[in-house]
């Protein structure tokens, strides 16, 4: 697996910081770390962070890229977040709020760029909600990007047998990357410069979560899947 030379020096310098905040997925700071490189953040951008939880990857694109964070979730507590944000000095770059996926409180056209970390395929297989929402909050030229957790290719008819039992409704949001590609590329809205399953994927989600599903991934159709896209 992928060396994380970013990731490594905050577990390193914050490792208290870090272990005390725990993910609930795959590692989001080794995830923020590969779209990061794949991007091009620059100083001053204002970036939304759709589905940031407890904020890790909006303080590492705050530290590393010195951009402006929006850090929206729904589940985790602002207030919780702002702490988080104020104890690791990046309050006056990230700016926590709470969101509803469908009920966005931003501007159109607001970001240069919005990025998501195993979230957006929770809200955003609708094939409405890209052309109707996200797409609408970053500018002209503006980027986006994201990784979530999906498949090396579709299921051909049902689910493989032995990942019935593991299987919660919610994973029917998993998806190959050409699924992905196709809904993005179809609204005429962005230009998608990158849709591939991540080079050790699956080793990497299973570092973390999900560990009983992916013993019964056999097939191996379990993988990280990374999006970048500009818009038009």
């Known amino acids: 697996m992928r060396q994380f030379k970013r990731t490594e020096n905050y577990y390193k310098t914050y490792k208290n910081f870090i272990e005390k905040n725990t993910m609930l997925g795959p590692n989001a700071m080794w995830l923020i770390e590969i779209l990061s490189e794949k991007m091009d953040l620059q100083p001053g951008m204002r970036v939304l962070d759709m589905g940031c939880g407890m904020g890790l990857t909006s303080i590492f694109l705050a530290k590393e890229f010195g951009v402006t964070v929006f ?21 006056d770059k ?3 709020l709470k969101a509803e996926a469908h009920a966005l409180p931003y501007a159109d056209g607001f970001f240069d ?53 593991y299987w919660d ?52 159709y379990l993988t ?5 896209a500009v818009k038009k």
């Open 224 to 228: 990280l899947i990374m999006m970048t």
């Open 113 to 165: 760029a919005a990025i998501s970390i195993d979230a957006y395929h929770y809200f955003g297989t609708d094939e409405t909600y890209f052309p109707s929402i996200y797409g609408k909050l970053v500018k002209r030229g503006g980027q986006f990007g994201m990784i979530s957790p999906g498949l090396t290719k579709e299921f051909p008819n049902e689910l493989p047998e032995k990942m019935k039992p």
């Open 94 to 96: 990230v700016f926590p």
């Open 169 to 220: 409704p919610e994973m029917y949001s998993f998806h190959s990357a050409n699924w992905w590609r196709q809904l993005w590329e179809k609204t005429g809205i962005v230009d998608v410069t990158l849709a591939e399953s991540l080079q050790d994927g699956k080793e990497i989600w299973r570092k973390t979560a999900d560990f009983e599903l992916h013993e019964a991934d056999t097939e191996n």
């Open 71 to 91: 850090a929206n979730d729904l589940w985790i507590s602002p207030t919780d977040n702002y702490q988080r944000f104020v104890e690791m000095g990046v309050a």
